[in-house]
Each structure stands twice: as structure tokens, then as C-alpha cells.
């Protein structure tokens, strides 16, 4: 298995893409959310890349989520924190999401042929459900302001760990340099991830808007085994192991 580790949304190319499992990674907080909403009983998530487009598609019963600057977009019913979808209202509904990085990362992706959202909160059962697809992988870190972040870095590291375990050798991968560079930076931080995720400044952006539990709950490593993958309708909805 060929690995790939692709920094930001801005830098990825369809070539990195076409004929790949693709997981896309926004820790803070866009897949992050999708794994909890699903988890939680949402019937699927919508990844949509803009404001006109995700008021667009929503019916009355949809719950239209998303957020710009962090902040909940107004007049949507919810924002992009996990906590806002662990409802009991949340079970059987469609989710409309469009988030600044995250959900465009997805729509960027669209060539691949699986498109997985991985994180800190399910990276090992992404990368079991990545092996099971026997295809090479593009880990597509979506960033933040079209730069990198440093947490959808780690969780990529994370990732390659797991991929290594469920693959058995290092000597079946190959894994491009930042693939590496991410890899190392998970080894130092590997007991230390909530301290991590408060340091980096997506981290700390949250934490002054008052997300610190977000972050807290976003550190959580392999806290779920619910994978999401994109379907041929455009919604995530969680991966059926056999």
C-alpha cells in the first residue's frame, strides 16, 4: 500500500486523488463532527461546500448545520460542534453540513474511488476500513485558511500507525515525506494528544471562542469505531465492515 499524506485542501491535486481511498481529516472540527452525528443516530450527513448551496438541498426535516470563522452560520439550526449533535433529535434526520475547510476537502475529493472521514476520534477503525478497500491512500489534512494544521497533521500520523498494525510490516508501505514527517510528529505527542491539540493554535482559536470541550472531545483517541463513507448520493453514512 502507497501512502500519501497531503497537507492542506489548497494543495491537493486530482492526480494525488483519482483511483484512491481518500480520508479526509479536519479534526478541529469537521469530520469530527460527521463521525459524532452519525454515532448518534443521524440517517446521513450532506457535505456541502457553500452557505447558498447547503440552504439550497435542505428539506424542512433536515437539520442544516455549518459554520464560517467558527462561528454557527445564522440561522442554521446547529453550528460545527460535536456536542450539538449528540441529541436524541439528531436520530433518523439528514444533516446538511457546509464547514469552512472540512466539508470543501470532501467535495475536492469527489475523483477518489472511497472518500472515508477520519479522525483523532475513530483513526483506527478509518484505517481498518482503509485497509479492507485495498487501494493505495491519500490522507487529505484539510487545514485550516488553505495552510496546514497542525492537528489534521497528527491525526494523519495516527492514521499511518494504525495502518501499519492493521497491514502487519512497514515493508508493505511506502509513505511519502510528510506522510513521514506526520508519522514522527504522532510518535512524540502519542501519549500527550489533548495537550497537543490545546497547544496548536486551531486549538487555542476554539478554546478562546469557548470550545474548550470541543477539543478536549476531539483528542479522544479511537473513541468510536463508526466510520463514514460517501456514498453515490453525496452522503456520508457509516462503512459496513464484513
Known amino acids: 500500500m502507497h501512502i500519501d499524506v497531503i497537507p492542506s485542501v489548497n494543495e491537493a491535486r486530482v492526480i494525488d486523488l483519482t483511483h484512491r481511498t481518500v480520508i479526509v481529516i479536519d479534526v478541529l472540527r469537521a ?32 437539520v442544516l448545520g455549518g459554520e464560517r470563522f467558527c462561528k454557527k452560520i445564522t440561522g442554521f439550526a446547529a453550528g460545527n460542534s460535536p456536542y450539538e449533535y449528540m441529541t436524541n433529535d439528531i436520530e433518523g434526520k439528514r444533516v446538511v453540513l457546509t464547514t469552512s475547510n472540512g466539508t470543501r476537502a470532501i467535495q ?10 477520519g479522525a483523532i476520534i475513530n483513526a483506527q477503525a478509518t484505517a481498518y476500513a482503509a485497509c479492507k478497500l485495498r487501494k493505495d491512500v491519500a490522507l487529505l489534512c484539510s487545514g485550516a485558511q488553505d495552510e496546514f494544521a497542525f492537528e489534521d497533521g497528527l491525526c494523519a500520523g495516527l492514521i499511518i500507525t494504525e495502518l501499519q498494525r492493521c497491514i502487519g510490516s512497514w515493508s508493505d508501505l511506502t509513505v511519502n515525506d510528510i506522510g513521514y514527517t506526520v508519522y514522527s510528529s504522532y510518535q512524540f505527542y502519542a501519549d500527550r494528544i489533548p495537550e497537543a491539540l490545546h497547544q496548536c493554535s486551531g486549538g487555542k482559536r476554539l478554546c478562546k471562542l469557548g470550545f474548550a470541550k470541543d477539543v478536549e472531545f476531539c483528542s479522544s483517541v479511537n473513541a468510536y469505531t463508526l466510520v463514514p463513507i460517501l456514498t453515490e448520493n453525496h452522503t456520508m453514512k457509516p462503512f459496513l465492515f464484513e
Open 31 to 62: 469530520t469530527s463532527t460527521i463521525v459524532t452525528a452519525l454515532q448518534h443516530g443521524a440517517s446521513g450527513v450532506v457535505p456541502v461546500d457553500t452557505v447558498s448551496l447547503a440552504k439550497q438541498i435542505a428539506k424542512d426535516e433536515d
Open 108 to 117: 475536492k475529493a469527489l475523483k477518489a474511488d472511497y472518500i472515508l472521514a
